[in-house]
């Protein structure tokens, strides 16, 4: 069961659990503030205990693939809420175009449908992220797929803490990402769409208690980021594959 809470293209908290009623309330506890007012994207039936959820606070509309009689009810009751039913996709790992207008034309690309695999991402630390942190940053990666560059996502395994998007440099992401976070972001690790191009952004991030990263590689500066990753202790893993949203 997953949740993200959307505001203007972007998600503001992002959640997995065991229950969607728990995986909302820890979307919703990564950012309240910006949850006001935001699309929610949630893949199982909404049941009543999530809609009782969700009904605390003021929702533009949500996609989902179904409801129950009883979450209907309680959603009806809210105001201007608009409510879709979304059916998954046959096959979401088929390469589709993804198409954006310009100026004379349009941009054509595959769509970013690839799927980290841990056995082929690199370590290129000294240290290996642990199993919880390996779990944290699987997460992390698969929402920063999701957030406009340049994308920075403090995470904790199944639930975001921080998000830092749409900045002109990487480093100003990541001091953004902690800005936003509610949540104590000690321990946290950190995805980033696309490489460091310095050592500055890890290095902000590492201040701010961030303990391993996850990152496609390709600067010609990485041996300086893994350097960097090696004096501080923290754990880095290149995934050979970036983000591309913008």
Same mark, same amino acid.
């Given at each position: 069961? &997953?949740?993200?809470?959307?505001?203007?293209?972007?998600?503001?908290?992002?959640?997995?659990?065991?229950?969607?009623?728990?995986? #909302?309330?820890?979307?919703?506890?990564?950012?309240?503030?910006?949850?006001?007012?935001?699309?929610?994207?949630?893949?199982?039936?909404?049941?009543?205990?999530?809609?009782?959820?969700?009904?605390?606070?003021?929702?533009?509309?949500? &996609?989902?693939?179904?409801?129950?009689?009883?979450?209907?009810?309680?959603?009806?009751?809210?105001?201007?809420?608009?409510?879709?039913?979304?059916?998954?996709?046959?096959?979401?790992?088929?390469? /589709?175009?993804?198409? /954006?207008?310009?100026?004379?034309? *349009?941009?054509?690309?595959?769509?970013?449908?690839?799927?980290?695999?841990? &056995?082929?991402?690199?370590?290129?630390?000294?240290?290996?992220?642990?199993?919880?942190? !390996?779990?944290?940053?699987? *997460?992390? !990666?698969?929402?920063?797929?999701?957030?406009?560059?340049?994308?920075?996502? #403090?995470?904790?395994?199944?639930?975001?803490?921080?998000?830092?998007?749409?900045?002109?440099?990487?480093?100003?992401?990541?001091?953004?990402?902690?800005?936003?976070?509610?949540?104590?972001?000690?321990?946290?690790?950190?995805?980033?769409?696309?490489?460091?191009? *310095?050592?500055?952004?890890?290095?902000?991030?590492? /201040?701010?208690?961030?303990? &391993?990263?996850?990152?496609?590689?390709?600067?010609?500066?990485?041996?300086?980021?893994?350097?960097?990753?090696?004096?501080?202790?923290?754990?880095?893993?290149?995934?050979?594959?970036?983000?591309?949203?913008?």
């Amino acid at each position: 069961p &997953a949740v993200a809470i959307v505001k203007h293209t972007n998600p503001c908290g992002c959640a997995e659990q065991e229950t969607l009623a728990e995986a #909302y309330r820890k979307a919703f506890e990564a950012d309240p503030v910006s949850a006001y007012g935001g699309v929610i994207g949630i893949n199982r039936s909404i049941d009543e205990q999530t809609a009782r959820e969700i009904a605390k606070t003021f929702i533009e509309a949500i &996609a989902a693939p179904d409801y129950s009689e009883e979450a209907l009810a309680v959603l009806a009751a809210k105001k201007n809420l608009r409510l879709l039913r979304v059916s998954a996709a046959a096959d979401p790992l088929v390469v /589709k175009l993804a198409v /954006k207008s310009i100026s004379g034309g *349009f941009l054509a690309q595959t769509a970013d449908s690839a799927k980290l695999d841990r &056995a082929t991402a690199v370590v290129k630390t000294h240290r290996a992220p642990s199993e919880a942190e !390996w779990a944290a940053l699987e *997460f992390g !990666w698969k929402v920063a797929k999701h957030v406009k560059s340049n994308a920075i996502v #403090y995470a904790r395994a199944g639930q975001t803490v921080g998000v830092g998007a749409g900045q002109m440099s990487r480093v100003d992401s990541v001091k953004l990402g902690a800005m936003k976070a509610v949540l104590p972001i000690a321990g946290t690790v950190v995805a980033s769409d696309a490489f460091f191009p *310095f050592a500055d952004g890890l290095e902000e991030a590492v /201040k701010n208690g961030a303990t &391993a990263f996850i990152q496609p590689g390709g600067s010609v500066r990485d041996e300086e980021v893994i350097a960097a990753a090696d004096r501080l202790g923290v754990a880095m893993v290149f995934t050979g594959v970036r983000h591309f949203r913008h």
